[in-house]
């Protein structure tokens, strides 16, 4: 059984993990109920943490957009359903992604699937192109962006308008 922590340690703890790097509510109180802490005093840490400015939702989510796209080079639709599984409001979600810089965000796409097209096994133009377009989506691309690169890169088939 795990051993429980008072309050006062909880939320001592809960300012150092804060301090370290951002983070949002979910992840507080998963941390929370890891370490044992009285489960009717989350809320109160929680608005503790927020009322000093060691939580901050919008700008987390600010954080979270700018490392998963220029790190893992995740697209929109990626990033915005990853900080929906954190319990992020849809506000913050939009605000933080109309940071990504379009320009940026069109040449790392295609960077992205110049350098995977390189990779690709495939008997034809439209089997690699399906390819393509599967691994750009499942990165969270839109897919108006992914055939606009794709026609860039020279992929002008048919099938493609």
């Not at 790097?21 to 109160?44: F, R």
């Not at 989510?61 to 893992?72: G, L, Q, S």
């Not at 605000?95 to 690709?120: C, M, N, P, Q």
């Amino acid at each position: 059984m795990k051993k429980e922590i008072s309050a006062e340690e909880a939320r001592i703890k809960a300012e150092a993990y804060c301090s370290a790097s951002e983070h949002c509510v979910s992840e507080v109180m998963g941390k929370l109920q890891q370490w044992g802490a009285p489960e009717d005093t989350w809320d109160a840490i929680v608005r503790h943490l927020e009322k000093e400015r060691y939580i901050d939702e919008c700008r987390y989510a600010c954080a979270f957009v700018r490392d998963k796209y220029r790190f893992n080079q995740w697209g929109r639709l990626k990033i915005a359903q990853a900080l929906r599984m954190k319990q992020i409001s849809s506000s913050c979600i939009s605000e933080a992604l109309e940071e990504i810089d379009e320009g940026e965000y069109l040449s790392v796409l295609f960077s992205l699937l110049k350098r995977k097209a390189r990779t690709v096994k495939a008997s034809g133009d439209y089997e690699r192109n399906g390819k393509l377009i599967r691994f750009a989506a499942s990165h969270g691309y839109e897919m108006g962006d992914i055939l606009r690169c794709m026609k860039k890169m020279g992929c002008d088939d048919e099938y493609m308008d």
